[in-house]
């Protein structure tokens, strides 16, 4: 295994775990499966269709997200919008990460 | 063509792992993902039949994405093994099985034992081989995944299967039944009935009469018992057609009628009632009519055989190709 590719597969490790959080907080504006995955592209997540659309089932039936079909343009797509329920995780999963964040930082700092 | 039967392909593999209730609603949103992916790479100039391609290949092995979508892990045995798993241990067991069913139930008729005891050995016998060999293949498999050790072997044969391409979709399942195939099955169906009825219409000529070679016991209840039967047999591959394609409920109708039909022919050849005691003697081959004779075991394995491909073809029909397609795409590959 060479450099990048460890550096590849401990980064897909360190993302996998943030694919909820950023789907809920990306998804407080309505969004559809394709749309969802530009948008978390967009924002410098960028995430396997086959993660997010079977995720985006998932969240559903938990009550995180919820879903209706627009049949309003030629193809029938269906939005997903996060949960007062979800907002609430994301808001949680936030803090989180962001302590996380900071006892890395201080991890960091210790050892220099 | 290719261009829609790829996502259809695609959609029908995924689908077909996924329960019934949620299929319409993951197919519509799914297909409507597929082709704003699609969409977007024309739009950047690619060609449509290459973009379908990346689209698809970008969503990797439809098996895995069921497996996502239901939520199912299939971990025990992880990605990069399961589809190697899952190849071989039912290969393994489909050529192990008869062996050890053949060997053992001629070793024991060789040490003496009578034929529906040796057959009930080797039967057990085959029932403890498999079990066995799902359980150390699986955990040889399990071993291969976890272990530091076999980290090597892993990554050698991870990239021996290598990535999942749009090559490996299995064909198009539940095929349409053709006339030819239906006429086909209802002829043998016919053929037998007529085998039937020749055979329940021998007899031999003697001095004292004609002594039919069926035992007399056979021909009032068991004969028509056989014939009704085929007929129900021919009607449901009759409904085969009209339905269209096997499915579940079909084939196992199917080898309940099979097994109906094979399995008393075996017993009551094994139990020696099959042929006339007086017809055997005035052929002068007495031990024809008792069940130990190597005749009466030729024909009990072989209807056995026969009905156990009939109960077999019809499931894996109903199955569609999907293993068939994965093997040729490794074939294919390693080629």
């Known amino acids: 295994m060479d450099k990048d590719e460890l550096l590849g597969s401990h980064r897909e490790e360190l993302r996998r775990g943030t694919v909820v959080l950023a789907c809920l907080l990306a998804l407080r504006e ?76 201080t991890l960091d700092g210790g050892i220099r | 063509m290719t261009d829609t039967t790829w996502t259809e392909r695609y959609l029908a593999a995924v689908l077909r792992s996924i329960p019934e209730s949620r299929r319409g609603d993951v197919e ?30 970008g969503l990797g092995d439809p098996g895995r994405l069921a497996a996502a979508y239901t939520g199912r892990p299939n971990y025990l045995i992880g990605p990069a093994l399961f589809p190697v798993y899952s190849h071989i241990i039912p290969r393994l067991i489909a050529i192990s099985a008869p062996i050890v069913l053949i060997a053992v139930s001629a070793l024991k008729i060789i040490a003496g034992t009578e034929y529906l005891g040796a057959l009930a050995a080797g039967t057990s016998a085959t029932i403890g081989v498999v079990i066995q060999l799902a359980f150390w293949g699986t955990l040889f498999f399990v071993f291969l995944e976890r272990a530091d050790a076999a980290r090597e ?10 990535t999942w391409t749009v ?10 039944v ?6 086909g099955e209802v002829l043998t169906v016919l053929i037998t009935a007529g085998g039937l009825l020749f055979v329940r219409s021998l ?21 028509p018992y056989l014939a009704g039967v085929l007929v129900v047999l021919g009607a449901v591959h009759l409904l085969v057609y009209v339905v269209g394609h096997w499915t579940y409920p079909l084939a196992t109708v199917h080898g309940i009628l099979a097994i109906a039909w094979g399995a008393p022919i075996a017993y009551v050849a094994l139990q020696g009632q099959l042929v006339n005691p007086a017809f055997a003697s005035a052929i002068g081959w007495p031990g024809l009519a008792a069940g130990d004779q190597p005749a009466m075991l030729a024909i009990a394995v072989g209807v056995t055989l026969v009905t156990a491909w009939e109960v077999f073809d019809a499931f894996r029909r109903a199955r569609g190709a999907s293993l068939a397609g994965f093997a040729s795409a490794i074939l294919s590959r390693g080629a």
Request: aromatic share 4%; hydrophobic share 35%.
């Open chain 2, 203 to 223: 007899e031999v000529n003697t001095p004292t009469g004609r002594i039919p070679l069926l035992d007399p016991s056979l021909l009032d209840v068991f004969v």
């Open chain 2, 28 to 57: 519509r949103e799914l297909r409507s993902s597929i082709e704003d992916g699609i969409e977007e790479r024309v739009a950047n100039g690619e060609d449509r039949v290459a973009a379908e391609r990346a689209v698809l290949e």
């Open chain 2, 178 to 183: 053709s006339v030819s195939e239906t006429v």
């Open chain 1, 30 to 105: 309505p969004g559809y499966g394709y749309g969802l995955l530009k948008t978390l592209d967009a924002a410098g997540i960028p995430v396997d269709g086959n993660t997010v659309y079977p995720l985006l089932r998932r969240l559903e039936e938990r009550g995180l997200l919820q879903s209706e079909w627009n049949t309003d343009e030629s193809r029938p797509r269906k939005f997903y919008r996060t949960t007062p329920a979800g907002q609430e995780l994301a808001a949680q999963l936030l803090a989180v990460v962001e302590d996380l964040t900071r006892s890395l930082q």
């Open chain 2, 167 to 176: 090559d490996r979709l299995p064909e198009p399942s539940n095929k349409r």
């Open chain 2, 153 to 162: 072997t892993r990554e050698q044969i991870a990239s021996a299967v290598g």
